[in-house]
Nanobody, 119 residues
């Protein structure tokens, strides 16, 4: 089976930086789109950033210019570099990926990593 594991979350002060990483493992033939979502207490889960296999990217308006998503297919990883962090960025961040295997394509989610930004 396929698993996604996030790392890199933590506590930082406003204006600081943090880099999240997500590693995929298991029966993987191909990794298509990969991305990061986040969910703050009392709010809906929202898209933060996505990156396709061809390296096209899409960002939420609230993080444009501050966050950068990247991928390393050789290592089966996706990263999210977060700069100029704000208290409103506080949330649990989830890794997401569309993964191809012998019988088709499936969507997978990591268990999340906490990011807390203090003022």
């Amino acid at each position: 089976q396929v698993q996604l594991v996030e790392s890199g979350g933590g506590l930082v002060q406003a204006g600081g930086s943090l880099r999240l990483s997500c590693a995929a493992s298991g029966s993987i033939l191909s990794i298509f789109g990969m991305g990061w979502y986040r969910q703050a207490p009392g709010k809906q889960r929202e898209l933060v950033a996505r990156i396709t296999r061809d390296l096209s990217t899409n960002y939420a308006d609230s993080v444009k210019g501050r966050f950068t998503i990247s991928r390393d297919d050789a290592k089966k990883m996706v990263h999210l570099q977060m700069n100029s962090l704000k208290p409103e960025d506080t949330a649990v961040y989830y890794c997401n990926a569309y993964i191809g295997y012998g019988l088709g394509v499936s969507v997978y989610w990591g268990q999340g990593t906490q990011v807390t930004v203090s003022s």
